[in-house]
C-alpha cells in the first residue's frame, strides 16, 4: 500500500462505562477511498470525530496527514475537509457568504474554481433555507473543500438525496479521488461503498470484523455463488440438487441455485438444457452482494 494518509493504531473511546470503540487497526493510502461501514452504534463516527480532534481518545495512536488530532489542530485544520452527517447552516446565510467566511477562516481567497466546478454560481445569492436536500450537501462538499484538504471526511454524505443528487454526488467523489485527495467515507449505502471505496472495514459492536477491498470481503463470506437461470420450454423442474448445485426456488420463470463450485454446476445444468431440446434465454452467475456480506457478518455477531 502506499503511504498512509490516516494511521489508527489500537484506538480506544468510552463514554463511562460505555466502549464504543475497541482497540481498532486501519492505515487509509494516500488517495484511497475507504469506506467504514457499520449498523447503527458500531462506533463509525465515533471513530470519524476522534480523527477530525472533536472528541479525546482514550487509548491508542492516530495521524492524520501527519498529524496529531490532538496536539497537531491547527496544522490539522489546514490538511482536512469534513463533511459531517448532519450538517447545517444559519438559515439567512447567503450561499456566497458561507464560502467567504470559511475561506477568511482559513486565510484563503474566494475559491471561484470550486464555485464553478461544482455549478453553484447560480446560488451563491440564495439563502440556505431556500436551498433543496442535494444542493445543500453539494454547498457543504464544497466548504470541505475551500481548503485544498489532504484527506477528506465524508459521513453519510448521500443520505436523504434523490438518485439524481446521489449520482451527482457519487461522481464528484471519483473526481475528488482523482485529485490524490483520500477520502474516508461512512456510509449506510452497501452499493456505493461497493461502487466507490477501494477499501473498506466493517465495524461491529466497537470492533473491526473485516477489511479489505469489496470483493474481498464479499468472497469471506458462505462462498456460496448464486446461479439463475430461464430456458425457453422450461424444462429444468424446481427442486434437486445439480452438479453440486443445491436448488433454492423458482420465481417469474427462473430457476436458482446455490454452488462452492461454479464449474461442475453449470456445465451440468447446460448439459440437461441440452439434452432436453432446450434453449438457455437467461443465465446468471452471481457473487454474494455486499449487502448480503454485511448481513452474515451482523447476524454471526448477534448469534454468538
Given at each position: 500500500?502506499?503511504?498512509?494518509?490516516?494511521?489508527?493504531?489500537?484506538?480506544?473511546?468510552?463514554?463511562?462505562?460505555?466502549?464504543?470503540v475497541?482497540?481498532?487497526?486501519?492505515?487509509?493510502?494516500r488517495g484511497e477511498v475507504?469506506?467504514?461501514?457499520?449498523?447503527?452504534?458500531a462506533?463509525?463516527?465515533?471513530t470519524?470525530?476522534c480523527?477530525?480532534g472533536?472528541?479525546?481518545?482514550?487509548?491508542?495512536?492516530l495521524?492524520?496527514a501527519g498529524?496529531?488530532?490532538q496536539?497537531?489542530?491547527r496544522?490539522?485544520?489546514?490538511k482536512?475537509?469534513?463533511q459531517l452527517?448532519?450538517s447545517s447552516l444559519p438559515?439567512?446565510i447567503?450561499?456566497?457568504e458561507?464560502?467567504?467566511?470559511?475561506?477568511?477562516?482559513?486565510?484563503?481567497?474566494e475559491?471561484l474554481d470550486l464555485?464553478?466546478k461544482f455549478?453553484i454560481?447560480?446560488l451563491?445569492?440564495?439563502q440556505y433555507?431556500?436551498l433543496?436536500a442535494?444542493?445543500k450537501r453539494?454547498l457543504h462538499?464544497v466548504l470541505?473543500l475551500?481548503?485544498?484538504?489532504?484527506v477528506l471526511?465524508?459521513?453519510e454524505?448521500?443520505?436523504?438525496l434523490d438518485?439524481q443528487s446521489?449520482a451527482?454526488?457519487?461522481e464528484?467523489?471519483?473526481t475528488i479521488?482523482?485529485?490524490?485527495i483520500?477520502v474516508?467515507?461512512a456510509?449506510?449505502?452497501?452499493a456505493?461503498?461497493?461502487?466507490?471505496?477501494d477499501r473498506i472495514a466493517?465495524m461491529?459492536?466497537?470492533?473491526i470484523a473485516?477489511?479489505g477491498?469489496p470483493?474481498?470481503?464479499?468472497a469471506?463470506?458462505?462462498?456460496e455463488t448464486?446461479?439463475?437461470m430461464r430456458?425457453?420450454?422450461?424444462?429444468?423442474l424446481p427442486?434437486g440438487?445439480?452438479?453440486?448445485?443445491t436448488?433454492?426456488?423458482?420465481?417469474?420463470g427462473?430457476?436458482?441455485?446455490?454452488?462452492?463450485?461454479?464449474?461442475p454446476?453449470?456445465?451440468?445444468l447446460?448439459k440437461r438444457?441440452?439434452?432436453?431440446?432446450?434453449?438457455?434465454?437467461?443465465?446468471r452467475?452471481e457473487?454474494?452482494s455486499?449487502e448480503e456480506?454485511?448481513?452474515?457478518l451482523?447476524?454471526?455477531?448477534?448469534n454468538?
Amino acid at each position: 500500500m502506499t503511504e498512509s494518509a490516516v494511521s489508527i493504531k489500537g484506538l480506544v473511546k468510552r463514554y463511562g462505562s460505555f466502549t464504543a470503540v475497541n482497540g481498532i487497526d486501519i492505515e487509509v493510502g494516500r488517495g484511497e477511498v475507504f469506506g467504514l461501514l457499520g449498523p447503527n452504534g458500531a462506533g463509525k463516527t465515533t471513530t470519524l470525530e476522534c480523527l477530525e480532534g472533536m472528541r479525546k481518545a482514550n487509548g491508542g495512536k492516530l495521524r492524520v496527514a501527519g498529524c496529531d488530532p490532538q496536539s497537531d489542530q491547527r496544522e490539522l485544520r489546514s490538511k482536512l475537509g469534513v463533511q459531517l452527517q448532519s450538517s447545517s447552516l444559519p438559515d439567512s446565510i447567503r450561499v456566497g457568504e458561507a464560502i467567504a467566511l470559511i475561506c477568511a477562516w482559513h486565510g484563503l481567497s474566494e475559491r471561484l474554481d470550486l464555485i464553478q466546478k461544482f455549478e453553484i454560481s447560480d446560488l451563491l445569492k440564495k439563502q440556505y433555507r431556500e436551498l433543496s436536500a442535494g444542493q445543500k450537501r453539494r454547498l457543504h462538499l464544497v466548504l470541505a473543500l475551500l481548503n485544498n484538504p489532504d484527506v477528506l471526511v465524508l459521513d453519510e454524505p448521500t443520505a436523504g438525496l434523490d438518485v439524481q443528487s446521489r449520482a451527482q454526488l457519487h461522481e464528484e467523489i471519483r473526481t475528488i479521488r482523482l485529485q490524490g485527495i483520500t477520502v474516508l467515507l461512512a456510509t449506510h449505502d452497501m452499493a456505493e461503498a461497493e461502487e466507490l471505496c477501494d477499501r473498506i472495514a466493517i465495524m461491529i459492536h466497537g470492533k473491526i470484523a473485516v477489511c479489505g477491498t469489496p470483493a474481498q470481503v464479499t468472497a469471506a463470506g458462505s462462498k456460496e455463488t448464486r446461479i439463475r437461470m430461464r430456458t425457453t420450454k422450461g424444462s429444468l423442474l424446481p427442486g434437486g440438487d445439480i452438479g453440486g448445485a443445491t436448488f433454492v426456488k423458482a420465481n417469474d420463470g427462473y430457476l436458482e441455485w446455490n454452488c462452492r463450485d461454479i464449474a461442475p454446476s453449470v456445465t451440468e445444468l447446460l448439459k440437461r438444457v441440452q439434452d432436453a431440446d432446450d434453449t438457455v434465454e437467461d443465465l446468471r452467475v452471481e457473487r454474494p452482494s455486499l449487502e448480503e456480506r454485511f448481513l452474515e457478518l451482523v447476524k454471526g455477531v448477534e448469534n454468538r
